[in-house]
């Protein structure tokens, strides 16, 4: 399979004040950190290439390894998906100890388990892709008032109005193929189905949630319900 290239991240001051709002609610994300101790590879923090980079690299390190213990807020997309591919072909199971949560990304690489085993205090966030380096340039392009209002998003323009159509099928797309891949490993389709049944964020344009629908924070109990965990530690 092509390894997808990370997303790069770009500094627009003109609309960094909206990009910061739809970051704040955020807990930071350090770093990926890594340790095997016996057959369990534990990993914590955020999602990204390196992830990727050490399970395709450190084979030696691995060959015990037959769970994946997960803490993490999320990262990037594209590589969460690729990494919960490898998890799904080696076979491991993936478990959500005591004290630790699993976020966005991250959801995806815990669904790669063939067992997946939670601790009943934690909980799950789920939400859609977001939009990209290339939305913020359209948006930049197409919705901000330059003359008149600069930094202010007019979304009402006709111009403006099409892009954001155009973005949410992007992202609309996106989110259920990630989902898509999520169910061959067993999850319940409904789980898509009923995230994507919630009402639309009213403030969904100021804090650049594209997908419109907000956050869900599943519970453990919630998560057997949906087959994306299949029982408890």
């Not at 627009?12 to 004040?17: A, D, E, N």
């Not at 790669?112 to 892709?129: C, D, L, N, Q, V």
């Not at 998003?153 to 193929?177: D, F, G, I, M, N």
């Not at 599943?218 to 965990?229: D, G, H, I, P, V």
Request: glycine residues 8%; charged residues 20%.
């Amino acid at each position: 399979m092509s390894v997808p290239a990370p997303l790069k991240f770009i500094s627009i001051s003109i609309i960094g004040c909206f990009f910061l709002q739809a970051l704040a609610a955020l807990p930071a994300l350090a770093q990926g950190n890594f340790q095997v101790k016996g057959e369990t590879l534990y990993f914590s923090g955020k999602v990204g290439s390196d992830f990727y980079d050490f399970m395709a690299y450190e084979a030696p390190q691995l060959k015990k390894v037959r769970q994946l213990s997960l803490n993490s807020y999320g990262g990037n997309l594209d590589w969460s998906l690729a990494i919960a591919q490898k998890v799904r072909a080696y076979g491991w199971d993936t478990i959500i100890e005591e004290g630790q949560v699993c976020a966005s990304a991250c959801v995806f690489i815990f669904a790669a388990g063939k067992e997946r085993k939670i601790h009943p205090s934690t909980w799950f966030g789920i939400h859609g892709a977001r939009g990209s380096a290339g939305f913020m340039k359209q948006l930049e392009a197409e919705c901000l008032d330059q003359s008149r209002n600069p930094g202010l998003l007019e979304s009402t323009s006709p111009q403006c109005a099409e892009v954001l159509k155009q973005w949410h099928s992007v992202v609309v797309k996106t989110t259920r193929e990630a989902f898509t891949l999520i169910e061959s490993f067993g999850v319940s389709k409904s789980l898509f189905l009923h995230y994507m049944q919630f009402p639309d964020e009213t403030d969904w344009l100021d804090a650049l949630n594209i997908l419109k629908k907000p956050d869900w924070v599943l519970s453990s109990s919630e998560a057997l319900q949906y087959s994306l965990a299949t029982g408890f530690l």
